[in-house]
């Protein structure tokens, strides 16, 4: 399989987690075996701009390369899982445009329609400041 694609700036272990799946047969396993520290500095939150354009085409190369032992159906639901974890990842990490783009092609895809439209209604800067004041917390700094 090689190592980490040095040429990815970001999404670097999801490559290497998909060829590792391309290469033979997945199992689950339902027992926890991986903590995952969730950073507000992790690179995937402070770069949600490089994120989308570093990890789509990454994803979208491997679906093309594979085109032949992935289904339509399958490659559909891929391309709009992506879209809406990046798309969340951007809309609420202040890149609202990319972020509803992203989802709406989720939903165009007609993946979690209704879930992904009521995210961008409540996690939308208005309601996240609503949510802020009615449950008395501090107004957070804002991404520049």
Same mark, same amino acid.
């Given at each position: 399989?090689?190592?980490?694609?040095?040429?990815?700036?970001?999404?670097?272990?999801?490559?290497?987690?998909?060829?590792l799946?391309?290469?033979?047969?997945?199992?689950h396993?339902?027992?926890?075996m991986v903590?995952?520290?969730?950073r507000?500095? !992790?690179? !995937?939150? $402070?770069?949600y701009?490089?994120?989308?354009a570093i990890?789509?085409?990454m994803?979208?190369?491997?679906l @093309?390369?594979?085109s032949? #032992?992935? !289904?339509? !159906?399958?490659?559909?639901l891929? $391309?709009?899982?992506r879209?809406?974890a990046l798309?969340? #990842?951007?809309y609420?990490g202040?890149?609202?445009?990319?972020g509803t783009?992203l989802?709406?092609r989720?939903?165009?895809?007609?993946?979690?329609?209704?879930?992904?439209?009521?995210y961008l209604?409540?996690s939308?800067?208005?309601? @996240?400041?609503?949510?802020?004041?009615?449950?008395? $917390?501090?107004a957070?700094?804002s991404?520049?």
């Open positions: 399989l090689g190592s980490f694609n040095t040429n990815l700036a970001i999404a670097e272990d999801q490559d290497f987690w998909i060829r799946a391309l290469a033979g047969p997945v199992a396993i339902p027992v926890a903590r995952v520290h969730e507000a500095q !992790s690179l !995937s939150r $402070r770069h701009r490089k994120t989308a990890t789509l085409p994803v979208l190369g491997h @093309r390369d594979n032949d #032992n992935v !289904s339509r !159906s399958e490659a559909r891929i $391309r709009a899982t879209y809406t798309g969340r #990842n951007a609420v202040g890149a609202p445009f990319l783009w989802l709406m989720a939903v165009v895809l007609g993946h979690q329609p209704f879930t992904n439209l009521l209604i409540f939308s800067a208005p309601a @996240r400041w609503a949510k802020r004041r009615l449950l008395g $917390r501090p957070l700094a991404h520049s």
